[in-house]
Every structure is written in C-alpha cells, then in structure tokens.
C-alpha cells in the first residue's frame, strides 16, 4: 500500500496543476500569516495603551491625596477616576481574525459612563477595510481549501471512468478502496501541508499567551475535520455515474450552498426572527431624561453655582442625579437589546449545524477567542464593572464623604477571564459526518462496474 501511495506521490507531483495549486495555498497562507502578525499585534499594542492610560490616570487620583490638596475640590474627586475594563488578548486572533478587527477589546469606566455609551468606540479605524474583510488562516482553511481539494479531487476516479481507463488501473491497483486511498492521501497532505505550515510559522513567531498552544492545536483538528468532510463528499460525487465536467459542477454547487449560500441565509433569519431596538430611540430616551432630569434638579436647587465645598458637592450631586436617572431611562432599551441579541446567536447557534463550514468556522474562532460570544461575554461583564465602580463612587457623594488613598485602593478591579474553549461537540460532528458519507461512497465504490 505504500508503495502505492508512493508512486501516487509521484504521478501527482509531475502534474503542472498540482505545483500551480501549491504556490496558489503557499502565498494565501503567507498573506494570511502577515496579516495574522499585524493583527495581534495590534491586539496587544491597544491593551497596552489601556494599561498606559490607567497609570496616567491614577497619578491624577493620587495627587488629590496630597495634604495640601484643596478639600472643597476633594469631593469632586470620584468623577477623576478613570479605570479600564480591558479583555484579555485572545490566544489565536493570528489564525482566525473572527471579530477581533471589529469589537473593542477595551473602555474607560467613570462615574459619568452608561451603558448605552460604554462601547461607542469600536476598534475600526478604515470602514472600507472592514467591509472588505481580511485573508487570514481561518478564511484559507474554510473557504479556499475545499476549493484546492475539488480541484485535485473532481476528476478523482470519474475521469478515468470516463475515459476507460479505469479498468486498467483497477487491475494494476486492485480493490477502488485501495486505489482511493493511495490517490486520497498525497492529495490531502498537498492541501492541508501549506496550512500546518502557516500554523507552526505563527506559533513560532507568535507571542507567549496562555493556553495559545493547545488551542492551537484543536484549531488544527478542526480544519484537518473540515479536510475529512469535503473529501468524504469528493469520494461520494466521484461514486456516481456522472463525468468529470459535471462532477466538478456539481462539487462547486454543494460547496457554495453550504459556505456562501447558508451561512447568510442562517445571518438573515436570525436579523428577520430577532431584530434589535433603534439606536435612535435610545438616543433620544437618554437625551429627554437628561433634559427633564437637568430642569427639575435646577429648579430645586437655585444656589449650585459655589466655589465651596456645599456648591461643589450639592454640583456632584446634580451630576449623578441626572445619570441615574438617564441609566433608569435606557436600561429596558438595553434589556431589549441583550435580549434580542441573545435570540439572535440563539438561531445562528442551532441553525450552524446545517453547514459544515459554519460549524468548523465558528469552532475555529471560538478557539481562537475571537467569536461573537467571547465578545458579548466581554460586554456583560464590562458592564457588571461599571455597575460596581459607579455604585462605590457615587457612594462617596451620596454621603458627602472625601474619598481617602486606601479607599481609593479597595475600590473593585477589573478581572474577567473566560475559559479556554475546546470544541469537541463541533469536532465529532465533523468527523461523524465525514465518516458517514465517506462510508456511503466506498459502499457504492465497491459495487463499481467499469
């Protein structure tokens, strides 16, 4: 057998169409592998500016603990605290960009934050650029490599039936399962060698992040699972008694109903079944309660416009009236929101198991952490924070309190750490339906009459 599996080895690598095929996987691994290393570093340059923000920010709040410091401006202190919520760097933004390009990855928490603004900052900075897209390991994997299989594949055993010559290389080859399977394996390694390639680069040159090796290497037996299916899929059209032409018309039909047909017919029913609020609505909700909320304090309190310590902190005071009564006015908008969004990955989630290639891709960008669901689990908890900072400073005002340097220190800190995925659930699907159709194609191969 692997003698000939060798000598396949040997007649494919004579083939002009195979080297064509190569360098064609070769420059989109190595575009997607620049594009990978320019992406995570700028995951790594923004946090690190988060963290440079925070110091300067803290300096600030820690000369208002001077001795000399002016205590009728010490109450104001609260609203100088500027903290960041930042998220971790997801491990395999390099290999699989998902929304990481897209999804603000860190915010500034202050007493003046809501919820409805807490993310007005995406991490776009070129619209067009993002429209477009980008080429990384996940696209090559999912949408250019069963592209490269079919084209090695299409013509697999129906050419040769075709044009008689199957007869021939049955009797020098024996049993169709042999011959397939000595044609199947140097075809495979062909595509899937560039890819493991990209991936080892990347690892190599990548930074040090946790957990950034085994996810790695569940991202690898994914896309090695997607490989399986689509070749189970190439044996079974080259099972029928169809020719070469119709053959190849027929795998391109199948891989672009289940990669570009699908997936935005699952996107649109999820937006059809779930639509979010307007934006504009909230707008307006916060912009009339902070109006209403801004008169009435007004009218209560004539004498805010002081210098001293009551003028400042009866001014304070005025402030986080208003915001809390804008955050009570836009809060059941933004229910509706996460409530709409939930339903919406709820539909996209149950109807993924449709196509294959949405499964393997969204597997390979929860691994890599750059799904949609790492990101709205980011916007939970960011909020949650913002929620306990607010309520600790707005705490110091409500009492008239000066707040002190331990105090300041024991105020809560930003710690979110989501847990490492491991898509087994998507893995065995794969693999159970490669397994089954390819069991299907070898059954109608061995009933084969040339």
Request: overall charge positive.
């Amino acid at each position: 057998m692997l003698r000939l599996i060798a000598l396949e080895a040997r007649l494919l690598a004579r083939e002009r169409f195979a080297w064509v095929l190569l360098l064609f996987l070769a420059l989109s691994c190595a575009l997607a592998v620049a594009n990978g290393r320019v992406l995570m570093d700028q995951q790594l340059d923004g946090r690190a500016i988060a963290a440079q923000g925070d110091a300067k920010a803290r300096e600030r709040v820690e000369g208002a603990f001077a001795p000399d410091f002016d205590r009728a401006l010490a109450i104001v202190v609260p609203y100088w605290v500027r903290t960041q919520a930042v998220s971790p760097a997801p491990p395999l933004a390099d290999f699989s960009a998902g929304r990481a390009a897209i999804e603000p990855h860190a915010t500034t928490v202050t007493l003046r934050s809501r919820v409805d603004t807490l993310f007005e900052r995406t991490a776009v900075d070129n619209p067009e650029a993002a429209a477009r897209g980008s080429l990384d390991l996940g696209f090559v994997a999912v949408v250019l490599m069963p592209l490269a299989l079919i084209g090695l594949g299409y013509g697999l055993f129906a050419a040769d039936r075709e044009s008689g010559a199957a007869r021939l290389l049955l009797a020098q080859g024996g049993t169709p399962t042999r011959v397939l399977l000595a044609r199947s394996v140097p075809r495979l390694l062909l595509v899937l060698g560039p890819l493991a390639m990209a991936a080892v680069v990347l690892l190599a040159t990548g930074p040090q992040i946790d957990e950034r090796g085994t996810a790695a290497g569940w991202w690898l037996l994914v896309a090695v699972a997607l490989a399986a299916f689509w070749w189970a899929v190439i044996l079974f059209v080259n099972a029928l008694r169809i020719g070469a032409e119709t053959a190849a018309l027929t795998l391109v039909s199948v891989w672009a109903m289940l990669t570009l047909v699908l997936p935005a017919a699952v996107t649109a029913t999820a937006q059809l079944a779930y639509p979010p609020p307007s934006r504009f609505a909230q707008i307006a909700t916060a912009r009339a309660a902070e109006m209403s909320s801004t008169t009435a304090y007004e009218n209560d309190h004539p004498d805010l416009a002081s210098e001293s310590f009551a003028g400042r902190l009866a001014s304070v005071r005025k402030s986080l009236s208003i915001a809390r009564t804008v955050d009570r006015a836009v809060e059941p908008i933004a229910r509706r929101f996460d409530a709409q969004l939930a339903g919406q990955q709820g539909i996209v989630r149950a109807l993924a198991w449709l196509s294959p290639p949405m499964i393997a891709a969204d597997a390979m960008t929860a691994t890599a952490g750059t799904d949609v669901g790492r990101s709205l689990a980011f916007r939970r908890a960011a909020v949650d924070y913002m929620g306990q900072t607010k309520a600790a400073l707005g705490g110091f005002i409500d009492r008239g309190a000066i707040m002190t340097r331990p105090e300041y220190a024991a105020l809560p800190a930003f710690d979110w750490r989501p847990e490492p995925v491991r898509p087994v659930a998507q893995l065995l699907a794969l693999f159970a339906l490669a397994l089954l159709v390819g069991a299907v194609a070898l059954h109608r191969f061995r009933r084969v009459s040339v």
